[in-house]
Each structure stands twice: as structure tokens, then as C-alpha cells.
């Protein structure tokens, strides 16, 4: 019997990504020499510069482009108090469903999402489980067990501080939080007044059940938030609207989601007369966001503003409007932007004991807060898919744009005689001196 020949499969666009990404030192699985750990990836010289730009044009769009927003730098683990206070130690999990004959565990919305491609997101355990026994969805893994009735499963990573135990903390799930315990100190040190914002660029860590995707689904992870706070009486009265009122967003309302539509375009003063965008500020941040995409290089086309129905919606939140990329595997949120309202700061005052009131005109106000929270590395990832271009050239390039390319100077010698190697040298560290990033390629070739 004669051997049949397999056809080498053509590689998908993710996967060609990845190759480039371990070729050319962008990102790599942590610990690859012990074979990896899932959820987590090291950034090599090329990637650290790409997320660099990433968190500089960050700083530029939301926090240096206003005169009251402050940035902070804190600790990412946190003691459990904290996450009581939250709302994190009971609300903040996902469904866990386990294969009775592999024993493999399973996130049993997105095993519904992959099965039956309907969104489950908030779906309860019941309905979760009615879904998978109707439907015979069984094991992914062993494609034969049957799937427990699912379970919650807290997302956070747990530790304990110091030797004695009993003294348990938490690896931060979210940069947010230490924002609100910090409110009262920051706002008092820079004598804060209404509105204003703290923001924070950090790592963040979940317990995830399944990462997946490369750099969609991580256990840690680089968030950039910005707290916006402001007097509830003002939500409607953002001071620089006006300039982004005629700004044009692909919107899907949570009307649409119920018919089954697709997104429409609006502009942002309609979304918010209309009542589809909560407040003025929700719209201003969704401006603000749409024009960091932009500036990402991803278009407009690739990108769109969802309104999450309320089962979906955080246990923080009284509105969220994700900013969702198109990516080849699927859409994927790579910017929430939550109206937090007083949620947070009133938990943190009844259990710290502490005041989080500013003082407005005699009156002591809890400040409600609008939240764009963005994930470095989904974005990245978006911005390697829609910069990788496979025309033009005899090979394959990414097309970054100007605020995210590594290196904006090539020098290189060309030839190595009549002191050109000297001359390319000094020129480099001339460019270098005007804070250009600049690379010295002395083997010569171009
Ligand atoms: N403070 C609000 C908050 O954390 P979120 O929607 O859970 O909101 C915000 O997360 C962003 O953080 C997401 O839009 C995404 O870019 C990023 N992110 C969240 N979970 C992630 C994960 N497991 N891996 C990579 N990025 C993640």
C-alpha cells in the first residue's frame, strides 16, 4: 500500500504571527525552556519597545492631553481586605465545568460560545448546564467525557504575606483598586478638585481557566486605567465635549443585540440624546479611545463600541461600553469602559472607615467614576495583525505606525572601507543624542 503524501497546510494568519514573534524575539511563552507556563509570555527587546510606545501614546491620549489627571505607580499585591471590600473575593469568578472520564476543566461559557457560537457571558450555572445537556456538548479534550454542572471559580491568584499563614492576600486582578484605596491621599496631595483622574499603568494577573488565543487570554497581563472622577450632578457637563461631540463611532446598542442587528454608525452627541451612551463622559472617553486606535493603526473598520447587556455587566458596574477589535479568530474586547458610579469608594469607606467625600462648595460629595481600562497586550497583538503585510515586498514586513515603530533610523555602513564604518557610527550616536530611537546594523546589506 502506498503512503499518502499530507499537503503541507497553509499557516493561518495567528499562527504565521506567533512564528514572527518567536523568530524575531517580539514575545516568547515564559519559562520555554521548561516548557512554558500557559497564560504567560515574555517580551523580548523588539516587543518591550512596541509596548513601550504603546503605554507612551497611553500617557500622551488620556493623561497628558488634560491638566487633571495624575498618574501612579503602587503595589500589585494587595491583603484580602481589600477585595472583600471590593466585591473581588465573592463576585469576581467564572464557570468552571470539569470532564467526568479526562477530568480536564473547562470555562463553560466560551465551551458554549465555541459549540453553538452564541454568547453565554452571564449565563447562570443552570442555564449554563441546560445548554451543554440539551446541545450533547461534551469534553473538547477527550471529546468523549461528560461535562459536570458548572461551578464558580474565583479568578484571583492568592497568596499569603510572610511566614505565619493566615495572612492572605491577593495578586491584583485589576490596577483599579489600588487607585481607590490611594483616593483620599491623592486627592488631598494635589489638592484635587472635582473632575479628576488617577491613572496607572501595571500588571495585572487572573487565574484564567483556560488562556488562550496568545496574548488575548492571560494570567498576567499589562493594564493602563485611567479613574475618572467626577460630581454625579456633572455627569452631563464634560468640559471639552464640545470637541468631540461630532466624532463618528460604530455603535451596537443593547436594542441591536436584542434584534440581532448589526453595529450602526453614530456620532457621539447622538448616542448620548438618545440615551445610548449613559453620559457625556462615557461619550468623551469613547472619542478619546476611537482616536488611539486610530493612532495604533488599526481602522475604524476593525473596531466597534458594544454595550453590554446587564448580565454581562461587571458587579462594579452600572453600564459598560466595550471597545471590541475584529480579530481573525473572533471579536475580542481589548477596552472596557465601565460608569463605575460611587460603587467603590462608598465599599471602601464602610469597611476602611475611612472618608472618600471630596469637599464641593460646602458639600461633601462622593465623586462617581468613569473608567476606560485598557489591556496592553490584546492591543499589541491587534496592532501585529493589522501592521502584518505580506505584499509589496519579496518579504513578509509589518507596517507599524509612526508612534509604535521600534526604531524610526536604520544606520548602516553599507561598505566597510574608507571609513565609513566610523562615519555611519558617529552619525548613529548623533541621531541617538536628538532622542531618536535609532538601530547600527554594521553588517551592511540592506
Ligand atoms: N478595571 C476594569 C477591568 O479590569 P476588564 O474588562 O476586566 O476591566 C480591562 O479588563 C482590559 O484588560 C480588557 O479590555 C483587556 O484588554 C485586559 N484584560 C482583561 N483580562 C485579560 C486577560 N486575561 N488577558 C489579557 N488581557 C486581559
Redesign the pocket.
Known amino acids: 500500500m502506498s503512503k499518502t503524501k499530507k499537503e503541507p497546510q497553509e499557516k493561518t494568519l495567528q499562527e504565521e504571527i506567533v512564528d514572527v514573534c518567536l523568530r524575531r524575539g517580539i514575545v516568547f511563552p515564559t519559562a520555554e525552556i521548561y516548557g512554558g507556563a500557559a ?1 504567560f509570555y515574555d517580551y523580548g527587546p523588539v516587543g518591550t519597545m512596541i509596548r513601550q510606545n504603546i503605554i507612551n501614546l497611553f500617557r500622551e491620549t488620556f493623561i497628558n492631553s488634560e491638566d487633571n489627571i495624575y498618574e501612579i505607580s503602587t503595589s500589585t499585591v494587595l491583603p484580602e481586605s481589600v477585595f472583600k471590600a471590593s466585591g473581588h473575593v465573592k463576585s469576581f469568578h467564572d464557570p468552571l465545568t470539569q470532564c467526568n472520564k479526562c477530568k480536564s476543566m473547562h470555562r463553560a461559557d466560551h465551551l458554549i460560545e465555541a459549540s453553538l457560537g452564541l454568547n453565554a457571558e452571564g449565563k447562570s450555572n443552570d442555564e449554563l448546564f441546560a445548554l451543554i445537556s440539551e446541545n450533547g456538548i461534551k469534553c473538547p479534550t477527550c471529546k468523549k467525557g461528560e461535562l459536570d454542572p458548572p461551578r464558580e471559580f474565583n479568578m484571583m491568584l492568592k497568596t499569603n504575606i510572610g511566614p505565619v499563614d493566615g495572612n492572605t492576600a491577593y495578586l491584583r ?4 483598586q489600588n487607585i481607590f484605596i490611594n483616593f483620599r491621599r491623592i486627592a488631598h496631595s494635589m489638592r484635587a478638585k472635582l473632575p479628576f483622574g488617577i491613572a496607572q499603568v501595571g500588571k ?1 494577573y ?1 487565574n ?1 481557566i483556560s ?1 488562550r488565543n496568545f ?5 498576567e ?1 499589562e ?1 493602563m ?1 485611567l479613574e475618572m472622577f467626577v460630581d454625579p450632578d456633572e455627569l452631563n457637563n464634560h468640559p471639552r465635549f464640545e470637541e468631540i461631540e461630532d466624532v463618528e463611532i460604530r455603535f451596537l446598542s443593547q436594542e441591536a443585540q436584542d434584534k440581532g442587528e448589526d453595529p450602526s454608525t453614530i456620532t457621539i452627541k447622538e448616542g448620548v440624546e438618545k440615551n445610548l451612551i449613559y453620559n457625556q463622559y462615557i461619550g468623551y472617553y469613547m472619542a478619546i479611545e476611537s482616536l488611539f486606535l486610530q493612532n495604533l493603526g488599526i481602522p475604524e473598520d476593525k473596531f466597534r463600541f458594544r454595550h453590554l447587556m446587564p448580565k454581562e455587566t ?1 458587579h462594579y458596574s452600572k453600564a ?1 461600553y ?2 471590541e477589535i475584529i480579530f481573525p479568530f473572533g471579536i475580542v ?4 469602559l ?1 460608569y463605575r458610579t460611587d460603587y467603590d469608594l462608598l465599599k471602601h469607606q464602610e469597611i476602611s472607615g475611612m472618608k472618600m467625600h471630596i469637599d464641593v462648595e460646602g458639600k461633601k460629595v462622593i465623586p462617581h467614576v468613569i ?1 476606560p ?7 499589541l497583538y491587534a496592532v501585529l495583525l493589522n501592521s502584518y503585510i505580506k505584499e509589496e515586498r519579496k518579504w513578509t514586513w509589518f507596517k507599524f505606525s509612526n508612534s509604535l515603530a521600534p526604531w524610526v533610523v536604520l544606520v548602516t555602513p553599507l561598505q566597510r572601507k574608507d571609513g565609513l564604518p566610523e562615519e555611519a557610527n558617529n552619525l548613529f550616536w548623533e541621531i541617538k543624542d536628538y532622542g531618536i530611537e535609532a538601530i547600527y546594523d554594521q553588517t551592511g546589506a540592506i
Do not use: H, K, M, Y
Not at 474586547?333 to 472596557?336: N, R, Y
Not at 481600562?373 to 492591543?379: M, Q
Open positions: 497564560g486582578p485589576e490596577t483599579a495585572a487572573r484564567e488562556p496574548l488575548v487570554r492571560l494570567r497581563f493594564q486605567e461587571a459598560n466595550d471597545l474586547e481589548c477596552i472596557g465601565a473608567e481600562s485598557l489591556g496592553v497586550d490584546r492591543l
